[in-house]
């Protein structure tokens, strides 16, 4: 095993850089180590939500927790059809619909937590999110839907979906993110006004990379409550709704959340 | 109308498009578009109809119209029916067979190559198993030039890749001098810019380009930003330090525009890159990216499947003779390509497709994390490639993107496929390389000294 004498250089980057080798080959240590990075990777992709734990700290957090699955059947078919993850089954969509106009399914904005491409993104980072968002959604005068909808198998659109059937004006999905090597665990949020089937993703807002090591549920959260806000000010989202919340918020309140450059 | 009768079944496929889309391989990407066999049978059958379309059906028989597509005006009237001779009489069956006869050597390949369209490559190599397509490739050979030499016999290139992910000029150079110490670069040192602004581009470009004269490197540099981006520079005073021209291209208009590109723009790119005459060796200036499913993704792909999409992305790369054609073949995720198995066909597919093409190509041998793949498939994939003779590999430190979040094949890789098939570098670099005591007489990598001058580059940086 040979040992790279610039070693030193990996102070200035996080790539996989001066590995040393093996023959021609990455020696043993960072070979498993890669692998398993991957596997963590792949868990995230592949192991099923667990929704009861998600449940239980919803209701903890005052809100009631509403399961829905997907048009596409498993694993499988939700990665190779992105178009089926985007509708309800006819199970949900009777469940939603059994919701409208009822107090529990009433509100200006509908949360929806999707499984997406990492569950372990969305076990680890939903709950501690909605207690930062809910209480300044509040603030902000938002009536938010006291029912809150658990997806499998869900791509972002199925969010719209729900929205529509509640005649919600904003719906709001928190969803795995495609995790990378080194990053697994990391939530997206999408936001769309009057959400309908068939919405483009360039009419939605997206907070990306919500993670400890990322963008803070803190500073997610003062972010959602700015473009929900703005979003139905202004009757849209998408491309023409510019994040402008760092500099829009004039008490300082990102400084506050966001970790010091 | 096209059929085959199977026992009591018959088969019918309405027109051409549909005929090649039932004769695909199974793939995620053309079930995803309905455009896929609905049984095993069904796509033996269309392979054997196939089997005995005439190849001249392909020159009648516009896939996409030719009043609303350049891709295809491009391929019917830059056909040279000369060129096409050899083969004009032979069906898509009878050209599996011519390919993989001694008729068809290296030179006649050679001379092929502009009397072949995309369409008949792709009906080809739909009735190809993996070794014809490996067998086949090997024998094109695709030479090109600006200060390295690409494509020769005996040779692999890579393009050392050495993203980060906000382009902090340190990172990279870590990167990319990483590389270097491992016999990485030689098709191109080629940047993925986290941010797409003129200013970043500029500034990429003059990272690269202050190493190379450093140290005298024979190497072309590159930012992947979009094309008008790297055109806004290349109208600057004075002129960016720009060797290649980037842009991801795909195979029909429509995807193009997509893409915010048009022929008329690359066009313009290429005499930009060209008039600065920076190519000492060659005036190759340009380096595309291509891959199965991006027409499917930007909804325009006109009903046909995404290999003879794929294929018809060549047709737009040949008109600019570019240095480097590179497929990224698993980076668009299982909804197009599931698994190791199909991104290992694909990406022989590509390979052998654009050499008979007559393009110079590479291969992107990668998979994300959400497609049923490990490196077990990338290794795989890799060694049939280098039996297939393929131009350049990617170089990524330890196989893993930080940036783009994928992952690739590693200096190592290339490194283990140089020792397995005893290929070495493009022979400019190979001799920078020894020079600097790199890789020694006789092509190993020695183990550098803390005293390799590479090292003193960044060693005041704080």
Redesign the interface.
């Known amino acids: 095993m040979?040992a790279?004498?610039?070693q030193s250089?990996?102070r200035?980057?996080?790539?996989?850089?001066?590995?040393g080798?093996a023959?021609?080959?990455?020696p043993v240590d960072?070979v498993l180590r890669?692998?398993l990075?991957?596997a963590q990777?792949?868990d995230?992709?592949l192991q099923p939500l667990d929704f009861a734990p998600l449940a239980a700290g919803l209701h903890a957090l005052g809100c009631n927790a509403v399961e829905l699955h997907s048009q596409a059947a498993d694993r499988a078919a939700y990665?190779?059809?992105?178009?089926h993850g985007r509708l309800l089954d006819a199970p949900s969509q009777a469940r939603v619909a059994a919701l409208r106009g009822t107090p529990a399914g009433s509100g200006e904005l509908v949360f929806v937590v999707g499984d997406g491409?990492s569950a372990i993104a969305v076990a680890g980072q939903t709950l501690p999110l909605l207690a930062e968002a809910l209480p300044r959604l509040a603030a902000a005068g938002i009536a938010v839907c006291p029912s809150v909808f658990l997806a499998r198998q869900a791509r972002v659109a199925l969010a719209d979906a729900v929205g529509e059937c509640l005649g919600a004006r904003l719906a709001v999905i928190l969803i795995g993110e495609?995790?990378?090597?080194?990053?697994?665990d990391s939530l997206g949020i999408y936001l769309t006004f009057a959400p309908q089937a068939g919405r483009q993703n360039a009419e939605r807002n997206c907070i990306s990379n919500v993670r400890t090591a990322g963008l803070s549920h803190a500073a997610a959260a003062v972010k959602l409550t700015w473009l929900a806000r703005e979003a139905l000010r202004l009757g849209l989202s998408g491309v023409e709704l510019k994040d402008c919340s760092d500099a829009a918020l004039p008490d300082g309140a990102m400084a506050a959340v966001l970790p010091a450059q | 109308m096209y059929m085959h009768t199977v026992g009591i079944r018959r088969y019918r496929f309405a027109d051409l498009q549909t005929l090649l889309a039932r004769a695909s391989p199974e793939r995620s990407g053309d079930q995803l578009a309905g455009v896929a066999a609905s049984c095993a049978e069904e796509r033996a059958a269309a392979c054997l109809a196939l089997a005995e379309v005439p190849l001249r059906h392909f020159l009648e028989q516009p896939l996409v119209p030719y009043e609303v597509d350049e891709v295809t005006r491009l391929i019917l009237d830059s056909h040279d029916a000369a060129a096409f001779a050899p083969v004009a009489s032979l069906s898509v069956g009878e050209l599996r067979d011519w390919l993989l006869g001694p008729l068809a050597d290296t030179a006649a390949l050679a001379a092929l190559a502009p009397g072949l369209t995309p369409e008949m490559v792709a009906a080809v190599s739909k009735l190809m198993r993996n070794q014809d397509l490996i067998a086949v490739a090997r024998k094109c050979r695709v030479l090109t030039r600006f200060r390295t030499t690409i494509g020769l016999p005996g040779r692999l290139a890579t393009r050392l890749q050495p993203n980060h992910p906000t382009d902090d000029p340190r990172g990279i150079l870590a990167a990319v001098l990483d590389g270097l110490l491992q016999a990485s670069g030689d098709a191109v040192i080629g940047i993925n810019p986290a941010s797409d602004s003129p200013a970043a581009t500029r500034t990429l470009l003059g990272l690269l380009d202050d190493l190379r004269q450093a140290y005298q490197i024979p190497m072309q540099s590159c930012v992947l930003a979009h094309v008008t981006t790297q055109l806004r520079i290349l109208e600057q005073e004075p002129a960016a330090p720009l060797d290649l021209v980037f842009q991801s291209i795909a195979g029909t208009e429509a995807a193009n525009r997509g893409f915010g590109i048009s022929l008329a723009v690359l066009q313009e790119a290429l005499d930009a890159a060209r008039s600065l005459r920076r190519g000492t060796l060659g005036d190759n200036v340009m380096y595309f990216e291509t891959g199965q499913g991006s027409a499917l993704s930007a909804e325009a792909h006109h009903g046909l499947d995404q290999q003879t999409c794929e294929a018809r992305a060549y047709a737009v790369a040949r008109r600019f003779e570019p240095l480097l054609v590179n497929s990224v073949v698993g980076f668009i995720g299982p909804e197009y390509l599931y698994d190791g198995k199909q991104i290992m066909r694909a990406g022989l597919e590509d390979h052998c497709c654009g050499k008979l093409l007559g393009l110079p190509m590479g291969v992107d041998i990668c998979y994300t994390n959400h497609a049923e793949a490990d490196q077990n498939d990338m290794d795989t994939l890799l060694t049939l490639l280098g039996v297939a003779g393929v131009n350049f590999i990617m170089g990524v430190p330890g196989a893993d993107d930080i940036m783009l979040n994928y992952q690739s094949t590693s200096f190592h890789d290339a490194a283990y496929l140089r020792a397995v098939l005893g290929l070495r570098p493009a022979p400019e670099f190979e001799a920078w390389l020894q020079r600097l005591g790199i890789l020694s007489a006789d092509g190993c990598l020695t183990a550098p000294g803390p005293a390799s001058p590479l090292l003193g580059y960044l060693a005041e940086a704080p």
């Open positions: 040979n790279d004498p610039w250089l990996r200035f980057t996080t790539a996989r850089i001066a590995l080798r023959g021609h080959a990455v960072e890669f692998q990075a991957h990777a792949r995230a992709v990665l190779k059809r992105p178009d491409l495609r995790p990378g090597l080194s990053a697994p």
